[in-house]
């Protein structure tokens, strides 16, 4: 499948290990070609060309590490909403600071979405 056709995958890339889990799963669905990464930081500083990927039309997938949502609340303020919306930390991932993701914990959360996005 051509890039421009896959979904576009954001993510929150924030200090904590939930945010850096969440990072990884963005980085893991654009190197395997299940989504195309792209810059939700981009997005919040109204950076153009992010915004008008992110205005594409195609469907967003939003990896928030906690309840925060700061993808979903950028997404919002240019009036877009994800087709496919996770805070990982409803996937057992745990918000903690100055600590690495897990590695099994950053598998166990990609698998399952990968299995709800393919629905």
Do not use: W
């Not at 421009?4 to 924030?14: E, F, R």
Request: glycine share 6%.
């Amino acid at each position: 499948m051509e890039r421009k056709n896959l979904p576009i995958v954001y993510s929150c890339s924030g200090c904590s290990s939930a945010a850096q889990t969440a990072n990884s799963i963005a980085i893991k669905m654009d190197r395997e070609n299940v989504a195309e990464m792209s810059c939700i930081a981009g997005v919040g500083g109204d950076v153009k060309p992010l915004v008008k990927t992110a205005k594409s039309g195609r469907d967003i997938i939003a990896i928030d590490g906690c309840p925060l949502a700061c993808c979903k609340h950028i997404l919002a303020r240019h009036d877009l909403e994800a087709k496919h919306h996770f805070v990982l930390t409803n996937f057992e991932v745990p918000k903690k600071q100055h600590v690495d993701p897990d590695p099994a914990l950053t598998q166990n959360a990609y698998n399952q979405i990968l299995e709800l996005t393919s629905n």
